[in-house]
């Protein structure tokens, strides 16, 4: 069962705006004399734009067997079901793999925890809860 990430407005147009003035910025040093290399370019693109939209388009939840796969971007976490301590909402502004404020933390194992953002949550928390039983 696969869960994506619930999106707020907010977080999407920073994103987004983030981009584009670094597209803007790049392509103007780029035109400038003494042109930064494309060298130079490529890496900044690619981190620049490439992760933030990977993070947009692929941060989703899985149930999986016994584990729950969290999963932003190149960036993954497994968090397996009998280990889970208790799932409580927050608004909770620390980083993690969600991208709304509308969340989720996982305590899990020994003091690790998770935020995550499902769309559904509802049908979230029963999948943690058939999963778990």
Same mark, same amino acid.
């Given at each position: 069962?696969?869960?994506?990430?619930?999106?707020?407005?907010?977080?999407?147009?920073?994103?987004?705006?983030?981009?584009?003035?670094?597209?803007?910025?790049?392509?103007?040093? @780029?035109?400038?004399?003494?042109?930064?290399?494309?060298?130079?370019?490529?890496?900044?693109?690619?981190?620049?734009?490439?992760?933030?939209?990977?993070?947009?388009?692929? +941060? @989703?939840?899985?149930?999986?067997?016994?584990?729950?796969?969290?999963?932003?971007?190149?960036?993954?976490?497994?968090?397996?079901?009998?280990?889970?301590?208790?799932?409580?909402? +927050?608004?909770?502004?620390?980083?993690?793999?969600?991208?709304?404020?509308?969340?989720?933390?996982?305590?899990?194992?020994?003091?690790?925890?998770?935020?995550?953002?499902?769309?559904?949550?509802?049908?979230?928390?029963?999948?943690?809860?058939? @999963?778990?039983?």
């Amino acid at each position: 069962m696969r869960f994506r990430s619930k999106i707020d407005g907010w977080l999407m147009a920073v994103m987004l705006s983030s981009i584009v003035m670094l597209v803007g910025a790049l392509s103007m040093a @780029h035109l400038q004399e003494g042109a930064l290399p494309l060298a130079l370019l490529v890496p900044v693109l690619l981190l620049g734009v490439g992760l933030p939209l990977w993070i947009l388009i692929d +941060t @989703h939840y899985t149930f999986v067997r016994d584990e729950l796969i969290v999963r932003s971007g190149p960036f993954r976490w497994r968090v397996p079901l009998r280990d889970i301590r208790s799932v409580t909402p +927050t608004r909770d502004m620390q980083s993690g793999p969600a991208l709304s404020l509308d969340r989720l933390r996982i305590d899990y194992g020994k003091g690790r925890a998770v935020l995550v953002s499902p769309a559904e949550k509802d049908a979230f928390l029963q999948a943690i809860d058939g @999963h778990r039983t």
